[in-house]
């Protein structure tokens, strides 16, 4: 009896934390213009963990109707406990019928310091765009001056989970410690 009731405060208290975070997708440096990461719902609350490795990465959004489009990049903090560096060269943009509707440089930006206390991580928050958008296609285009280093996009604000997703997230989620978080 004590048992099951230990397990069911266990499983509640994950299924808690997963509605509260975005579902973390790994793409290192397997992204293109050719092949772009495919965004399918726009409004979901996703992380996708990228390393620029030499050249910009992708991101493809086709929706059918008005939606709510955020997107915010983000890099990890290696020392949160030092002086905040305000200032990190990671931009995007975004692309809708090959017109870019939205920049943002990195470098001019004013980055903060970030916890997000699901998955214990530390980043800097950086540029973030957030407003309806028109049915229709769009690119998000990561990238900087060298087309170097680590980032995390995060696209939608609805955290949806279900059991499958949610144990794909913690898996997911304990192999970013292995790379992204390590310098």
């Given at each position: 009896?004590?048992?099951?009731?230990?397990?069911?405060?266990?499983?509640?208290?994950?299924?808690?934390?997963?509605?509260?975070?975005?579902?973390?997708?790994?793409?290192?440096d397997k992204v293109s213009?050719?092949?772009?990461?495919?965004?399918?719902?726009?409004?979901?609350?996703?992380?996708?963990?990228?390393?620029?490795?030499?050249?910009?990465?992708?991101?493809?959004?086709?929706?059918?109707?008005?939606?709510?489009?955020?997107?915010?990049?983000?890099?990890?903090?290696?020392?949160?406990?030092?002086?905040?560096?305000?200032?990190?060269?990671?931009?995007?943009?975004?692309?809708?019928?090959?017109?870019?509707?939205?920049?943002v440089e990195g470098k001019?930006?004013?980055?903060?310091?970030?916890?997000?206390?699901?998955?214990?991580?530390?980043?800097?928050?950086?540029?973030?765009?957030?407003?309806?958008?028109?049915?229709?296609?769009?690119?998000?285009?990561?990238?900087?001056?060298?087309?170097?280093?680590?980032?995390?996009?995060?696209?939608?604000?609805?955290?949806?989970?279900?059991?499958?997703?949610?144990?794909?997230?913690?898996?997911?989620?304990?192999?970013?410690?292995?790379?992204?978080?390590?310098?």
């Amino acid at each position: 009896m004590e048992k099951s009731i230990i397990s069911g405060l266990i499983m509640s208290l994950i299924l808690i934390t997963a509605i509260y975070a975005h579902q973390p997708v790994i793409v290192k440096d397997k992204v293109s213009e050719e092949n772009p990461v495919i965004v399918k719902d726009p409004e979901k609350s996703y992380a996708f963990y990228g390393i620029l490795t030499g050249k910009p990465h992708y991101y493809k959004i086709t929706y059918d109707k008005t939606f709510n489009l955020y997107v915010n990049i983000l890099v990890p903090d290696y020392s949160p406990k030092t002086a905040p560096i305000e200032k990190h060269d990671i931009s995007f943009e975004i692309i809708k019928n090959g017109k870019v509707i939205f920049a943002v440089e990195g470098k001019e930006s004013t980055w903060k310091r970030f916890y997000e206390p699901y998955g214990r991580d530390h980043y800097y928050m950086g540029p973030e765009f957030d407003k309806k958008a028109e049915a229709g296609a769009y690119i998000i285009k990561v990238f900087n001056k060298e087309n170097r280093g680590k980032y995390a996009l995060a696209t939608g604000k609805v955290e949806k989970f279900t059991i499958v997703s949610l144990i794909g997230a913690l898996r997911t989620a304990k192999s970013l410690d292995s790379w992204f978080f390590k310098p």
